[in-house]
């Protein structure tokens, strides 16, 4: 995990492996709440960090609260070189309900509330969750820019943007990373994706092994079988090899599936591989 191809430097100067851990899952049904099992909770964060990833992804809307608070738990004081970004932007109503907030005073209390539970001084990324409908794009990240000025965020990054919108972002303050819904089956941000490769920003696709159906993708499972891989392996490996700038974040609530998923880094995709992928997902 230590060469050059599996690193990245998020905003030129947080080296992190380019296969993080998305800690949305170490919450109840929903998103809401506490985990079934609060201490299998703490140890897959730990086990995380003992598999070497460096880059652990949260929010506050994640319980809400509840991951970041687990995360403090379980690892704090943190590895010098561990990367947390966590962001704001949504306020949660119950189980499975999202609303968008990017008002600047929400966002203020936001951060506030996640340096708090996290234990932190600054925030090394901070992402806008996601765009707010009722708020201009200019507000909310004007409101990040000045937490940023003010010492208490690193670098700033966007989730659920198009590409334009990544660019008027990226006009008010540097933007180092997306994150955005992607992976072999679902490629609706491509135009996200193109323009990180140009600007060198980091682009951290949530849900990369999909909603279920790319796992069962006859070619996958083939390739899987004669890589001695899983499909889920198969489907990150593909995602590392898609780009140099793609950070997957594979989340679970098993440490079976963690150290599953850290494993992809081993799988070798050729170019036949590749392209074989590319046809069969199209039919998902």
Same mark, same amino acid.
């Given at each position: ?18 296969? /993080? ?67 704001? /932007? ?111 920003? /980091? ?8 909603? /279920? ?72």
């Amino acid at each position: 995990m230590n060469t050059a191809k599996d690193e990245f430097r998020i905003g030129g100067d947080l080296r992190v492996h380019r296969l /993080g851990f998305g800690a949305m899952r170490v919450t109840g049904s929903g998103v809401w709440g506490e985990p079934p099992d609060h201490r299998e909770a703490v140890r897959l964060i730990r086990r995380a960090i003992e598999l070497g990833i460096n880059l652990i992804d949260t929010a506050d809307a994640y319980g809400p609260e509840v991951s970041e608070l687990i995360i403090a738990e379980a690892i704090h004081p943190y590895p010098a070189d561990l990367v947390i970004a966590t962001k704001g /932007g949504y306020t949660r109503p119950g189980p499975n309900s999202w609303v968008p907030n990017g008002r600047p005073e929400h966002l203020r209390q936001a951060l506030e509330g996640s340096l708090r539970r996290l234990r932190l001084e600054r925030i090394d990324l901070y992402q806008l969750h996601t765009p707010d409908p009722e708020v201009s794009l200019e507000e909310s990240i004007t409101a990040l820019a000045e937490l940023r000025a003010a010492g208490k965020i690193r670098h700033i990054g966007v989730s659920n943007f198009s590409a334009d919108q990544v660019k008027a972002a990226a006009a008010i303050v540097p933007i180092v990373s997306v994150q955005n819904n992607y992976n072999l089956a679902y490629r609706d941000s491509e135009p996200v994706l193109d323009y990180c490769e140009e600007k060198g920003i /980091g682009f951290i696709p949530y849900f990369p092994l999909g909603y /279920g159906n790319l796992l069962r993708n006859k070619r996958l499972n083939e390739i899987a079988g004669r890589a001695h891989a899983t499909p889920a392996q198969v489907a990150l490996a593909w995602l590392l090899r898609h780009s140099p700038v793609i950070l997957p974040i594979p989340g679970t609530s098993s440490v079976a599936h963690l150290e599953e998923n850290t494993q992809a880094r081993a799988v070798t995709l050729d170019d036949a591989d590749l392209k074989s992928l590319d046809r069969s997902a199209r039919s998902i």
